[in-house]
């Protein structure tokens, strides 16, 4: 669960697994590369990456 919280606090969040961690899936392209910019654990940038080269490319 998030730091702080119990279950009876805790809000749902959709975009927030049970630990507190963001989902990916419902994410689009535009959305995970500026969350990869902001990202600093390297951890979590793999994480983005993977998800990244699942998306089919963003046409512009």
């Known amino acids: 669960m998030a730091v702080g919280q ?5 809000k749902n969040d959709s975009m927030l697994t049970k ?14 590369t500026k969350l990869l910019e902001s990202s600093t654990k390297p951890k979590e940038k793999g ?3 993977r998800a990244l080269k ?3 490319a963003v046409a512009a």
Do not use: E, F, Y
């Open 6 to 10: 119990n279950q009876r606090t805790r």
């Open 19 to 32: 630990t507190g961690k963001a989902r990916l899936g419902p994410l689009n392209a535009a959305q995970l």
């Open 47 to 49: 994480k983005i990456l």
């Open 54 to 56: 699942k998306r089919p």
